[in-house]
Structures are given as C-alpha cells and as structure tokens.
C-alpha cells in the first residue's frame, strides 16, 4: 500500500468557520507534509513533522494549526481562513526527512478548499 | 537563497519529437533529487529520483534524468513524447535540513 489518502476531497467554508483536513498513510512512514498549490503554481510547503513532532513550520500564519497525533495521521486545522488561502492543499510522506535519508515522498490526492 | 529553477515555463511539441527540460537547484551538501509529474486533475506522481550513483537514472514511462553536480543541474528527459505526457513536470530538491522545494514546474503539451 503506497497510498496517502486525504479527506474530504472538496471543502467549502466561510470565513468564520473552523475545519480540519485529514490525511493518512498506513506505510510506516515518519516524516509527513503539507503543502499548498494554487492553480498552475508549484507545491509550497508549509509544515514537515518528523517523529510526530513539528519540524520545519515555514511562517505559516496561525490560522493553519498542524496536529499529529499519531505516526498515520496528520491533521490541519483551519480557522477564520481568507478567501486568498483557497487552494489545493497536498498531504505527503516519506518514511524519514532526508538526506541522508535516501526517502521519496508520496503524495495524496489533496482537498481543494474554497474560502467564501 | 536556496531555490530550484526550471527553465522553461511551457513546452508544445508534436508526438514523436524529443523531449529535454532544464532544472538547476542552488543547495549546496547533499541533495536529493527528484521529478514529479501533475496530469490533469491528478495528484503528483514520482517520474524519478536520484539519491547516490549512477548519475544517469531511468524512470517510469520512458523518462530519464541526468545528474550533473559540477552543473547543480538535473534535466529531465525522454526520447519520444506522446500525447498521453501532456501534464505539468515539477523537479523538486530535499537538502539535508528536510526541506522538499518544487520548481516553479513546466507545462508539456503534446500535439497529436
């Protein structure tokens, strides 16, 4: 199974509202990511946690609250988001940050979150 | 600034034409080095990777990339294209602080 699965698929909230995205991956991988694309953009990272705890946080604004809490699963929480943060959010793994780790990163499908 | 750079922005091609798109990355140490591939509508998919060794690595669907350290260079390429590689290419970087960075990505089309 080299699957990162993430749900939901579509998100549609306001600007008050608070949400979680989910991501898994049952491959026993120890280093996870989220990411944020916009249309005909490349991925830009914005969290890495290795070991369950957070590594790189690349000054995300607060309203983007990453939780791992446990070695499947990755969340992110979202809170009084702006119509600017609608975009493609990209969950990935890999089984630890490297190099020296020789490790690829396997991504899921993503949740395409609309800010109204 | 550390960064990945991909030199073209958007390629066209007819099927059957060769196929050669220019990454170069400014991280210097250890790197690994990868190409992920965008269809439309899909999730990003590893074309390849590169860790250690032979410079010259092969991936799926026909694609290959060579490695040039002296370049910091990582171009991707495949001998014949198909209309089916139409998608967006992304080369993207792990230094040894964890980071993975994407190129700004390059939009093949492949004409019929």
């Known amino acids: 199974d080299t699957e990162v699965t993430q749900t939901p698929k579509h998100l549609v909230m306001g600007m008050t509202n608070k949400k979680s995205l989910k991501c898994e991956q049952h491959?026993?991988?120890?280093?996870m990511y989220w990411y944020k694309q916009k249309a005909k953009k490349p991925p830009e990272l914005m969290f890495v946690?290795?070991?369950?705890?957070?590594?790189i946080n690349e000054s995300v604004p607060s309203r983007f609250s990453p939780e791992c809490p446990n070695s499947s699963l990755l969340n992110l929480h979202l809170h009084a988001l702006q119509p600017e943060d609608s975009a493609l959010y990209l969950c990935?793994?890999?089984?630890?940050?490297?190099?020296?780790?020789?490790?690829?990163?396997?991504f899921g499908q993503g949740t395409r979150l609309t800010v109204v | 600034a550390q960064s990945v750079s991909q030199h073209n922005h958007h390629v066209i091609l007819s099927e059957a034409a060769s196929l050669e798109l220019g990454c170069n990355y400014s991280?210097?140490?250890?790197?690994?080095l990868f190409w992920y591939v965008q269809y439309p509508g899909q999730h990003l998919q590893l074309l390849l990777k590169?860790?250690?060794?032979?410079?010259l690595v092969k991936g799926i669907k026909g694609f290959e990339a060579e490695f040039i350290k002296s370049k910091f260079s990582f171009n991707l390429r495949k001998p014949s294209v198909q209309w089916s590689d139409t998608a967006e290419y992304f080369c993207?970087?792990?230094?040894?602080?964890?980071?993975?960075?994407f190129g700004q990505g390059t939009e093949l089309s492949v004409k019929p």
């Open positions: 990935a793994s890999s089984q630890r940050l490297g190099p020296p780790s020789n490790t690829e990163a396997f």
């Open positions: 491959m026993g991988h120890r280093a």
């Open positions: 946690y290795s070991y369950e705890k957070l590594s």
């Open positions: 991280y210097g140490g250890t790197v690994n």
């Open positions: 590169y860790f250690s060794g032979d410079p």
């Open positions: 993207a970087v792990t230094n040894q602080g964890g980071k993975l960075i």
